[in-house]
């Protein structure tokens, strides 16, 4: 990987802006951070204001990647400035050349194609600018909507990991997903 990577930002695509977290985005996350319903499948439960406010230090705080452990944070707009996803990239172990992606967005503007067009330009980054070997992307079995955007961006399935964690009080099966560095050329151009 090339380390230490701090991107370029903000990052344009055709209808979305992805940028560093401002101090100031912690009123436009917690409508999708602090709804039960949206916050199923991800690491953690439904935010109150001032858990939000402590999370959005953390995603301020994640703008590089230089040593296991580091994340980088991205935050999702539309091209008006509207907040829609909340993207992150996380490193394990850089000796493994392997990050784990992961994504959170505002239902109220799903449907849309927004995540499919966001996911793939963090990819072009971690693939290009990082230089990461694989990405990787770890999801619920009931997470229909993130099991397709996986698909839809070329990620292939590798395992099905079944009653394999307890996750927010029952048992939780996961799907895991997969995409090699010289497999995204073929991937990166693909129809949202």
């Given at each position: ?37 949206n916050v199923l499948y991800v690491p ?88 990461a070997r694989r990405a990787v992307a ?7 909507a993130s099991r397709r955007l996986c ?42």
């Open positions: 990987m090339q380390l230490p990577f701090t991107p370029q930002l903000p990052v344009r695509t055709d209808r979305l802006i992805l940028r560093e977290f401002r101090p100031g985005d912690v009123d436009a996350l917690l409508p999708f951070h602090s709804d039960p319903g953690f439960n439904a935010r109150t204001p001032e858990e939000m406010q402590v999370a959005l230090e953390r995603k301020i705080a994640g703008t590089s990647i230089a040593a296991d452990g580091d994340h980088l944070d991205l935050a999702v707009t539309l091209q008006d400035g509207t907040l829609v996803g909340d993207l992150v990239t996380f490193v394990h172990a850089l000796e493994h050349g392997t990050v784990e992606v992961g994504w959170i967005f505002d239902p109220a503007h799903g449907g849309r194609g927004y995540a499919t067009e966001a996911v793939r330009a963090m990819l072009h980054l971690v693939f290009t600018g990082l230089q770890r999801v619920d079995e009931r997470n229909t698909e839809r961006l070329g990620m292939r399935q590798e395992a099905h990991l079944v009653e394999n964690e307890v996750f927010k009080g029952g048992l939780s099966s996961e799907i895991d997903f997969a995409l090699l560095s010289r497999e995204w050329p073929a991937t990166a151009t693909q129809s949202v």
